[in-house]
C-alpha cells in the first residue's frame, strides 16, 4: 500500500501547490537548511514553547520537534474543506442542544438511546441549559486526515478544549523569521488574526445581560498543565487575563477576579479546565481547579463558558461512528466530509470481526485522546496484539476500531535530504455569531519512517501548514 | 487591572532573581574569606550560611560546613529553597505564571538564564571553575534586570516587580551586616590589623562596593563609615536606605494609581524617616545588632501588609 504524497504522488510527479516551493527549494544549500533547522529549534527553547509530558518528570518540559518542510494546501482544496468542517460543526451544536433538550434524534431513533443515557460525557446538569446564543461548542478543533487527491475524512472532532493553535501560530512566526524570502515568493493566507478573531467571536456570545464590551479571560488549570503555554499565549495575544481557579470566585451572583484593587465581574471564561474540575460543587468535590458555585451563574445565563460544560458528548469515539447520521439529521444534506469506517466493538458481529481482523485494525478507546491506550494492529508484536485482545474483551464497549489508513504523506527534512513521512491535519473552526475558520491549522507529522502516530505525546512533531492565496 | 495573584508572582520573581544574585555573592566572599583564614575556614562558611539565612536548613542536613558542601548547599542544593538552582526555579515558575504581565524580552531573559545555569550546575561546581560559575549567575542575572528595565512599561506590573527587589535586597543587606556586626562595633575598631581589613573588605565586596565606599569615603576602612554606608547612605544601591527610598516610590506610585493610602505605604514611609534621619552614631547608640533585628523585624511585616493589601491571596 503506497500512501498518497502531497508533494510528489507517486504517479504524477510534482503537484501544483507545491511548484513555487519546489523552485525555491531547489536553489537552496542543503547545509543551510540543517543549520535553519537547529535555529528553529533555538527559537522555540528561548520562548519557552513547550509541553509538558506526563509521566516523564525527568522531562518535565520537551518541545515539539519543528520541521521546516511547509505542508501546502491550494486555496480550491481548501473552501472545499472549510464548506465541510462548516456543515460538520453546525451539526455538532445542533445536536448538543438537541441532546440536552428534547432529543429528537432519539425519538427518532438514528442513535440507540443506551449510547447517550449510559455515557459518562453527558452531563446531566446541562439538561434544559441553553448556553448564550445557543452556543456550545465554541472552539472545535477538526483532525482531519487525506488518503488521496480527493479523499478527505474526519478522523475526530475536537468539541471540548482544543489544544495546538499556538503551534499553528508560532511555527508561521518561526517560518516567517527563517525565511522571509520564501513568503515574497510564494503567497500564503495569513494565520495570525486567529487571537483577534477568538476574541470577537467569544465576545459576540456574551451574556444578554452585558451592556458594551464584555470582560473576557482564559481560565487554565496553571503551569503544570501540558497546555500552559498555549493558554498564556492566546490570553496575551488577545490582551486578556490569564486566570487560575483560585483567583474566581462567585460575587453577587456574577463570576468574578480577585485583582489588587479587589474583585471584577468576568462575562466570558474562555475555559481550558476539564468539565469534571470546573466547579466542585456540582461536579469533581476535589477540584481545586475550578469556581464552586460558577455553575449556577452559568445556569442563571450570567456568564458565557466556552466551551460549554457537556461537550464531551459530541467527540465521544463511540458517538463518532453516528456523525453521518448526525449531520444529515440536523443539516437535511448528505455529509461533505466523510467519517472512516468505524466497528464499535459494543456490538457482538462488530467485535468478533475486530478481534478476528486486529492485525489490520487500529483499536482505540472510547473515552482516551493524546494517543495512550490504543493499538496500531499493524505495528503491534503478537504479543502485544494478544495482551490488547484480552482488554479488549473485558470491556468491549470501551473501544472502537477502524481499519489502518494510508495516510498521506509530505516530505521532512531529514540527515538524507528529503523523506515522506505521514500527517493530519487539525484547522480550528470559532463558532458564534457565525463560523470563522483561520485558513491553516496544525498539522502534525510522524516522524518516524513509516509510523502512523502523529500525537506529540508519542513522538510526532508539527510543520507549519500554508494555505495557498490562489 | 492586576490579578492578585499577578502581583504576588511578579513581586516572588524578582525576590528569587535578586536571592539568586545575593546568594552568588555571598559564596563569592566566602571563598576569599576561606582563603585568608585556613583553619578558621569553617567558622566563615557558617557565618555565610548566617548571612545567607541558611544556617537551620543546613545543619538539618547534617553535614559538616567545609567549603565544598556549603559552596554546594548554597548554589545548587534542590533541599535549600534559597540555593541559586531553587531560586531560579521558583523565579521561573513566577515569571511563567505571570507570563501575560512580562515583555518578551524579560520572559527570555529569564528563561534563558535558568537554561544556561541548570546546564552550569548541573554537577557539583570544582573549585577552579567556581569564579567562573559565579560571574556566569552575576550576569545573566544583570541580563534579566537589563531586559526588565530597558522593556517593561513603567506601570503597576514594574512597581509590584521593584517592591519585591528591594524587599529582599534590604533583607539581605541587613543580614549581612548583622552577621558581622561584631566587627563593626567601634570598641575592636582600633585594631586595624590586617585581619580586620579582610573582614571590612569582604562585607564591602559581598555587596559589591569595595569599590564605591572609596569614592565616597576616604581611602582607609573606618568601621563607622562602613557601617553608615551600607546602612545609611542615600546613593548605595544596596544601602538600607537607598533600598526604602524605592519602596516608598512605588509603594506611592501603586497608592496614586489606587488613589488610596495604603498602610503599608505609611510602615515603609516611617522606616525610611527613621533611616533618613539617624546618623550612625545614633545606631550605635541603639546598639548595631538591635537595630538591625528591629529592621529585619519590620522589612518582614512590610512584605505581609503588602501581600494583605494587594490581595496576593
Known amino acids: ?470 | 487591572m492586576l490579578l492578585g495573584r499577578t502581583a504576588n508572582g511578579l513581586y516572588w520573581m524578582s525576590r528569587y532573581i535578586e536571592r539568586a544574585e545575593n546568594m552568588a555573592r555571598l559564596v563569592d566572599t566566602g571563598q576569599r574569606l576561606a582563603l585568608t583564614r585556613g583553619a578558621e575556614a569553617v567558622e566563615e562558611w557558617n557565618s555565610v550560611l548566617s548571612s545567607a539565612g541558611a544556617e537551620q536548613a543546613f545543619a538539618a542536613s547534617g553535614a559538616e560546613a567545609t567549603q565544598h558542601r556549603v559552596v554546594d548547599f548554597l548554589l545548587r542544593d534542590p533541599a535549600n529553597p534559597s540555593s541559586v538552582m531553587s531560586s531560579l526555579d521558583t523565579a521561573r515558575n513566577n515569571a511563567r505564571m505571570v507570563r501575560t504581565a512580562l515583555t518578551r524580552e524579560t520572559w527570555e531573559s529569564i528563561n534563558e538564564a535558568w537554561m544556561s545555569l541548570k546546564g552550569l550546575l548541573a554537577r557539583p561546581v570544582d573549585d577552579r571553575d567556581l569564579p567562573r560559575v559565579l560571574d556566569a549567575i552575576k550576569r545573566e542575572t544583570a541580563l534579566i534586570r537589563g531586559a526588565f528595565y530597558g522593556t517593561m512599561l513603567r506601570n503597576e506590573i514594574f512597581d509590584f516587580a521593584q517592591l519585591g527587589i528591594y524587599v529582599e535586597r534590604a533583607d539581605n543587606t541587613a543580614r549581612i551586616v548583622d552577621v558581622k556586626y561584631y566587627v563593626l562595633l567601634p570598641s575592636v575598631s582600633w585594631v586595624g590589623s590586617s585581619l580586620d581589613n579582610y573582614q571590612w573588605e569582604a562585607i564591602l565586596r559581598s555587596v559589591s562596593a569595595h569599590r564605591s565606599y572609596r569614592w565616597e569615603y576616604e581611602a582607609e576602612y573606618v568601621p563607622q563609615n562602613i557601617a553608615d554606608f551600607l546602612l545609611l547612605n542615600r546613593r548605595m544601591p544596596r544601602s538600607l536606605c537607598f533600598c526604602y527610598r524605592n519602596l516608598t516610590q512605588h509603594l506611592g506610585y501603586l497608592a496614586e494609581n489606587y488613589e488610596e493610602s495604603p498602610q503599608c505605604l505609611e510602615l515603609a514611609k516611617n522606616t525610611l524617616t527613621g533611616l533618613a534621619e539617624s546618623s550612625i552614631r545614633d545606631v550605635f547608640d541603639i546598639g548595631l545588632h538591635e537595630f538591625l533585628a528591629d529592621f529585619i523585624r519590620d522589612n518582614n511585616q512590610l512584605g505581609e501588609e503588602i501581600a494583605a493589601h494587594y490581595r496576593f491571596y
Open chain 1, 1 to 470: 500500500m503506497v500512501a498518497f504524497d502531497e508533494m510528489r504522488p507517486a504517479e504524477s510527479g510534482l503537484r501544483q501547490p507545491y511548484s513555487a516551493y519546489d523552485n525555491w527549494l531547489s536553489e537552496q544549500d542543503p547545509v543551510r537548511l540543517t543549520e535553519k533547522t537547529a535555529d528553529a529549534e533555538r527559537v522555540f527553547r528561548r520562548t519557552g514553547i513547550t509541553f509538558n509530558v506526563y509521566g516523564q518528570a525527568e522531562a518535565a518540559e520537551r518541545l515539539i520537534p519543528f520541521d521546516i518542510v511547509p505542508r501546502i494546501i491550494s486555496g480550491s482544496e481548501w473552501r472545499r474543506l472549510t464548506q465541510g468542517i462548516e456543515q460538520r460543526v453546525q451539526a455538532l451544536n445542533a445536536f448538543l442542544d438537541d441532546i440536552y433538550h428534547r432529543q429528537e434524534i432519539l425519538r427518532a431513533g438514528r442513535i440507540p438511546r443506551e449510547l447517550i443515557a449510559d455515557n459518562e460525557a453527558f452531563l446531566p446538569e446541562m439538561i434544559g441549559v441553553r448556553p448564550p446564543a445557543g452556543v456550545y461548542t465554541h472552539i472545535i478543533g477538526v483532525d482531519i486526515v487525506r488518503t488521496a487527491e480527493d479523499e478527505f475524512f474526519v478522523l475526530e472532532d475536537n468539541a471540548r478544549t482544543p489544544s495546538g493553535v499556538s503551534y499553528m501560530l508560532e511555527n508561521r512566526e518561526t517560518m516567517m523569521q527563517l525565511f522571509p524570502e520564501l513568503f515574497q515568493r510564494v503567497k500564503v493566507l495569513p494565520v495570525e488574526n486567529y487571537p483577534q478573531l477568538l476574541r470577537q467571536s467569544l465576545s459576540a456570545v456574551k451574556p444578554q445581560s452585558v451592556n458594551g464590551a464584555p470582560t473576557v479571560a482564559v481560565l487554565t488549570p496553571g503551569i503544570y498543565n501540558s497546555a500552559y503555554f498555549e493558554h498564556a499565549f492566546l490570553a496575551d495575544q488577545m490582551g486578556v487575563e490569564l486566570v487560575e481557579g483560585q483567583d474566581l470566585r462567585v460575587v453577587d451572583g456574577h463570576v468574578a477576579m480577585r485583582t489588587t484593587e479587589g474583585y471584577k465581574q468576568i462575562d466570558v471564561l474562555y475555559r481550558r479546565v476539564d468539565d469534571a474540575f470546573l466547579d466542585p460543587l456540582t461536579f469533581n468535590p476535589d477540584s481545586a481547579l475550578g469556581v464552586p458555585g460558577i455553575m449556577d451563574v452559568y445556569r442563571a445565563g450570567n456568564i458565557t463558558l466556552a466551551n460549554a460544560p457537556g461537550t464531551g458528548i459530541a467527540d465521544d469515539k463511540a458517538i463518532y461512528s453516528y456523525m453521518p447520521e448526525i449531520v444529515e439529521f440536523y443539516t437535511g444534506r448528505r455529509a461533505i466530509l466523510g467519517n472512516i469506517p468505524t466497528w464499535r466493538c459494543s456490538e457482538p458481529d462488530s467485535l468478533k470481526y475486530v478481534l478476528e481482523h486486529l492485525s489490520e485494525l487500529v483499536v482505540k478507546e472510547v473515552h482516551g485522546s493524546g494517543g495512550y491506550g490504543m493499538l496500531v494492529g499493524p505495528a503491534a508484536s503478537k504479543k502485544e496484539r494478544e495482551a490488547f485482545a484480552a482488554k479488549l474483551k473485558t470491556k468491549p464497549a470501551n473501544y472502537i476500531a477502524q481499519p489502518t489508513l494510508s495516510l498521506s504523506t509530505c516530505p521532512i527534512l531529514t540527515k538524507k535530504g528529503l523523506a515522506p513521512r505521514h500527517v493530519d491535519l487539525r484547522p480550528f473552526v470559532l463558532v458564534s455569531d457565525r463560523v470563522r475558520i483561520v485558513p491553516g491549522g496544525l498539522t502534525r507529522v510522524a516522524l518516524k519512517e513509516g509510523s502512523l502516530v502523529v500525537n506529540s505525546s508519542q513522538g510526532g512533531g508539527t510543520k507549519d501548514t500554508w494555505v495557498l492565496d490562489d
